[in-house]
Every structure is written in structure tokens, then in C-alpha cells.
């Protein structure tokens, strides 16, 4: 079955930065697209970043835009979201997600099948 294991979560300073990965298997990982969520405290879950099968395309939410990186690494079945210039407003338990309707980058989280468990991201001010 498909399994998705994320790590890298913490806590970190206002400005600092940390780098989320996301371990694929149960999956031909180079044909899906990948995304990262997040969903804060009483917030719902909401659309971070994603990126095509290949790489080459990515889409970001404005308020991550020029701080956040979204990358894969084919080889290793790993997604990853290096994530700069942290504020106190990213805290939350962040989520990576595939499917099969996932082939190049989706905002909505309907698109998503497979969602792994979360890893926390708390940026004290």
C-alpha cells in the first residue's frame, strides 16, 4: 500500500529555517505529483506548495512564495520543503500528499488520495 513518512518538523525562532522530507513507497514515486499541506490549530488544511512528476513545475501559496522551496528527488522517493525566514504564522502540522489525479502540481486537496501523517512545525516569535 501507498505510504507516506514525513519528517523534519520542530521548533524554531522566528527567521530560522528547517527542511520538511517526504518518503514515498507503495508507488511508482517518479509519475506522481507531490503536494505539502498544512493545517494549523482550528484552522482547516490548506494547499502550501506542489510539484510536477518531473520537477519542473511548481506552484506555491502567496504567502509562502520567496521563502519556501518545493524539490524531489526521483531517485530517493523523497519530496522535500525547505522552508526560510520561518514565521510564527507557519506553525503548523504540515502534510505531504500524492494520487492518482496528481500528475502535475494541484491546490485542492480533493485532488489528493494519500496523505501521510503530519510533522510539526511550531516558530516561536
Known amino acids: 500500500q501507498v505510504q507516506l513518512v514525513e519528517s523534519g518538523g520542530g521548533l524554531v525562532q522566528a527567521g530560522g529555517s528547517l527542511r520538511l522530507s517526504c518518503a514515498a513507497s507503495?508507488?511508482?514515486?517518479?509519475?506522481?505529483?507531490m503536494g505539502w499541506f498544512r493545517q494549523a490549530a482550528g484552522k482547516e488544511r490548506e494547499f502550501v506548495a506542489a510539484?510536477?512528476?518531473?520537477?519542473?513545475?511548481?506552484n506555491y501559496t502567496d504567502s509562502v512564495k520567496g521563502r519556501f522551496t518545493i524539490s524531489r528527488d526521483n531517485g530517493r522517493g523523497t519530496v522535500y520543503l525547505q522552508m526560510n525566514s520561518l514565521k510564527p504564522e507557519d506553525t503548523a502540522v504540515y502534510y505531504c500528499?500524492?494520487?492518482?489525479?496528481?500528475?502535475?502540481?494541484?491546490?485542492?486537496?480533493?485532488?489528493?488520495?494519500?496523505w501521510g501523517q503530519g510533522t510539526q512545525v511550531t516558530v516561536s516569535s
Open positions: 500528499a500524492t494520487g492518482p489525479k496528481v500528475v502535475y502540481p494541484r491546490t485542492s486537496l480533493r485532488a489528493y488520495d494519500y
Open positions: 507503495g508507488l511508482t514515486f517518479k509519475n506522481y505529483g
Open positions: 510539484i510536477s512528476w518531473s520537477g519542473t513545475i511548481t
